[in-house]
C-alpha cells in the first residue's frame, strides 16, 4: 500500500497563476483533509471531506477551492495564486469519525512557492 | 473555544538527559489528545494518543486535566528523537471531528 500520495513534490507559481495540488489514498478510508503548514504556525486545516460528496471549510479556507472527486482522491485548487499561499501542503486520510478520533494518515507533502 | 498551545518553539538536549515537550490546551469538552511527530524530510506520524497510555520509542505523556496538559516525556534522549513534535486535539463534530494542532516544537538532540 502506498497510503496517502500526493503530486507535485515541488512547485513554484507566479501571483496569480492557477493550480490544483492532487492527493490520493488507498487504505478505503472516508475522511480525507487538506493542511498547511507554516513556521511557527504549526498545521492549520484547510478544507476537510467527511466522506465522498461533502467538503467543508477548516481555519483557513480562503483563496482555495477542494474537490472530492471519488473516495480515493481529493484535490485542491489554487485558483489565482499569491504570495502569501506559500507553504507545505499536507493531504491526510482517516476512518470517518464524528465521535472518536482515529489516527490521520499525512502524505508527503507539496512544498509551493508563490513569486 | 479549542486551542492548544506549545510554549516553545526550540528545544535542545544533551544525548542522555530527560525531555519534556510541553503541551497545554484549552477545551471545554472531555479533551482526546495526541503528540504526531515529523522527523526530516519524512511525513507527520502518529506518535501516541492518551487513551491508549502506551509508551512509543520511549516517550510517554499524561493527560492533567487539573492542569489541562500534556506534556511528552522521556527519559533518556536519543539523537534519532531529534524531530518537530506536535500536540493536537480531537474536537468531536456532528459530521466529522477535527484535530487542532499546536504550532510546533523543533527537538534538537545533540550528541
Known amino acids: 500500500n502506498a497510503g496517502v500520495t500526493q503530486t507535485p513534490k515541488f512547485q513554484v507559481l507566479k501571483t496569480g497563476q492557477s493550480m490544483t495540488l492532487q492527493c490520493a489514498q488507498d487504505?478505503?478510508?472516508?475522511?480525507m483533509y487538506w493542511y498547511r503548514q507554516d513556521p511557527g504556525m504549526g498545521l492549520r486545516l484547510i478544507y476537510y471531506s467527511a466522506s465522498e460528496g461533502t467538503t467543508d471549510k477548516g481555519e483557513v479556507p480562503n483563496g482555495y477551492n477542494v474537490s472530492r472527486l471519488n473516495k480515493r482522491e481529493f484535490s485542491l485548487r489554487l485558483e489565482s495564486a499569491a504570495p502569501s499561499q506559500t507553504s507545505v501542503y499536507f493531504c491526510?486520510?482517516?476512518?470517518?469519525?464524528?465521535?472518536?478520533?482515529?489516527?490521520?494518515?499525512f502524505g508527503p507533502g507539496t512544498r509551493l512557492t508563490v513569486t | 473555544a479549542q486551542r492548544v498551545t506549545q510554549p516553545e518553539k526550540l528545544l535542545s538536549v544533551f544525548k542522555g538527559a530527560p525531555v519534556e515537550l510541553k503541551c497545554n490546551y484549552s477545551?471545554?469538552?472531555?479533551?482526546?489528545l495526541f503528540w504526531y511527530v515529523q522527523y526530516s524530510r519524512q511525513r507527520l506520524q502518529l506518535l501516541l494518543r492518551?487513551?491508549s497510555r502506551e509508551s512509543i520509542k520511549g516517550f510517554t505523556a499524561d493527560l492533567n486535566k487539573g492542569e489541562t496538559s500534556f506534556h511528552l516525556k522521556k527519559p533518556f534522549a536519543q539523537e534519532e528523537d531529534s524531530a518537530m513534535y506536535y500536540c493536537a486535539l480531537f474536537r468531536r463534530g456532528s459530521t466529522l471531528g477535527r484535530l487542532y494542532f499546536g504550532r510546533g516544537t523543533q527537538l534538537t538532540v545533540w550528541p
Open positions: 492518551h487513551i
Open positions: 487504505m478505503n478510508h472516508n475522511s
Open positions: 477545551y471545554s469538552g472531555s479533551p482526546e
Open positions: 491526510a486520510s482517516s476512518e470517518a469519525g464524528d465521535k472518536v478520533s482515529y489516527e490521520q494518515y
